[in-house]
């Protein structure tokens, strides 16, 4: 065949039983392209800037046969790469969706690499199985892998006689897929009849292996299609219920057509060639409890009460179940002691911290195929203390005084609001203020000392664990009704005591 014609798309214009070229150039100005008998050869152009006239407006110069009418035996050409130190490489695509399908509708079948600048060689692809394609092309890829090509005596040919007879063909995602619902646009698989039949037929998709623990998951939305007398392709979508599996993400789940048609099957398919669908596990993926990190406590709790922590972990249904052994298994560690293991999606746990302080909580989600998420938060711990005073008071105080929480029946409440000694001050005061709580003659006082002739307000400031503040207000008379700030001219002071905020 010679392409001499070939210069831009459709130009002149060629039907569905030319061939027809794509930013495909013909010239007899190099050398180089031309062949030995003198016939000009094409090249195609894959640069946007260079000898683009008419402008190219297409992805990828190309070379396209005619419609086949006839099943797909083989394509042969002679090539080389047009410029020296640029290899070229030559893609076969084809198209199931007509002769003038969109580009994205063509699919790659075979590529020819590696072709250099020196001498035409000729190739030839030849796929295992006849395939029914309504049209072939050569592609030279625009994204820089591969330098510009020159083509010529280009043939598609007929199967052999030899050839295989008619078949069932499944073909599935070209990569593995998640194990999630969403599918990224992958989502199904093929089938083909490789030669139409004359009447209807079913088809039946079986799946191996079956559905467990270890081989994972995988389902089609129709296992059983049926084919009108003449229709070849049936595409089938994959559920969004899937589980991967080490097995799964290795072998993959086969999808097997039988031709459930007696005549058909007997006299006319005589092989299946099956897909593998590979299935990938994901992680899991915990919602709550949030990863909030170590410089801040997401939290305070107290000391020597049980608190309730929950989870929520996101993955498939196969992963998420509280089967123990074979779960979804959380543990827990509190920093204080042994890990708790949990099982389950959701669910909550109670601990108890004996210590006060800063803890760092790890919670690890695992799935039953090993995959494992991880969070990280700090909790704060404080020592257990009063509700209802007007100022917490810590129970470890309270502990100190056995004598007042006896009088209080052991009610740390009651106990801090008593006056056991009698002295006129509740316990809560004489905390704040520092003194017994038992002894009457523990209060806090105030005095007056001059020296010099210098007036000085004294007290006696507790110094054990808990900060304390001192405020020294005054007035110049009794009868003045507030006490404010000192300053001079003031003859009466009083000292007043209170925890920092």
């Known amino acids: 065949m010679l392409i001499d014609h070939a210069v831009a798309w459709d130009e002149p214009p060629v039907d ?242 039988v031709m459930v048609s007696p005549a058909a099957a007997q006299l006319y398919y005589s092989a299946s060639f099956p897909a593998v669908v590979r299935v990938l596990n994901n992680a899991p993926l915990i919602v709550t409890p949030i990863d909030s990190g170590l410089q801040e406590p997401a939290m305070t709790i107290p000391c020597g009460q049980p608190f309730n922590f929950y989870w929520d972990v996101h993955d498939v249904s196969a992963d998420s179940s509280a089967d123990v052994g074979n779960g979804m298994m959380i543990t827990w560690n509190f920093g204080d002691g042994s890990p708790s293991v949990v099982w389950g999606a959701s669910g909550m746990i109670s601990h108890v911290f004996a210590s006060a302080g800063d803890w760092v909580v790890r919670m690890t989600a695992c799935d039953k195929d090993g995959d494992a998420d991880d969070v990280y938060f700090m909790v704060r711990v404080l020592e257990p203390a009063t509700l209802l005073t007007p100022v917490p008071i810590p129970y470890a105080w309270l502990n100190l005084y056995p004598s007042a929480l006896a009088a209080a029946g052991g009610d740390y409440e009651s106990a801090a609001q008593d006056d056991t000694d009698s002295d006129g001050q509740a316990t809560w005061q004489e905390y704040v203020a520092g003194s017994d709580p038992t002894n009457f003659y523990s209060v806090f006082r105030a005095g007056i000392v001059v020296s010099n002739g210098i007036g000085w307000i004294t007290w006696a400031p507790d110094l054990g664990p808990f900060a304390r503040r001192y405020t020294v207000e005054g007035k110049t008379n009794l009868t003045d009704e507030v006490w404010s700030e000192r300053k001079s001219g003031m003859r009466f002071f009083k000292v007043k005591v209170s925890l920092p905020d």
């Open 16 to 257: 569905d039983t030319a061939w027809r070229a794509y930013n495909a150039k013909i010239s007899d100005s190099d050398a180089l392209r031309v062949m030995l008998d003198e016939s000009k050869a094409c090249f195609l152009n894959n640069s946007q800037t260079a000898e683009t006239d008419p402008v190219q407006d297409r992805d990828l110069p190309f070379l396209q046969s005619p419609a086949l009418a006839f099943p797909f035996g083989s394509l042969t050409f002679m090539a080389r790469a047009y410029d020296a130190g640029m290899p070229a490489t030559i893609a076969v695509y084809a198209s199931t969706n007509g002769c003038a399908a969109p580009a994205e509708h063509w699919f790659k079948v075979h590529e020819f690499s590696g072709i250099s600048h020196v001498l035409y060689q000729t190739y030839r692809f030849a796929p295992s199985l006849p395939a029914q394609f309504d049209a072939i092309r050569l592609v030279v890829a625009t994204d820089g892998s591969s330098g510009r090509a020159c083509v010529d005596d280009v043939a598609v040919c007929e199967p052999d006689a030899v050839a295989v007879a008619p078949c069932l063909i499944v073909q599935g995602p070209a990569s593995p897929i998640s194990e999630r619902a969403a599918l990224d646009g992958d989502g199904q698989v093929t089938v083909r009849l490789s030669e139409p039949y004359p009447e209807a037929v079913e088809v039946r998709l079986d799946v191996s292996p079956g559905a467990s623990a270890a081989n994972g998951c995988l389902s089609l939305t129709a296992t059983n299609l049926v084919f009108e007398a003449g229709s070849v392709e049936q595409h089938v979508a994959i559920n969004a219920v899937k589980d991967g599996t080490a097995l799964s993400g290795a072998g993959g789940f086969t999808v097997t057509p």
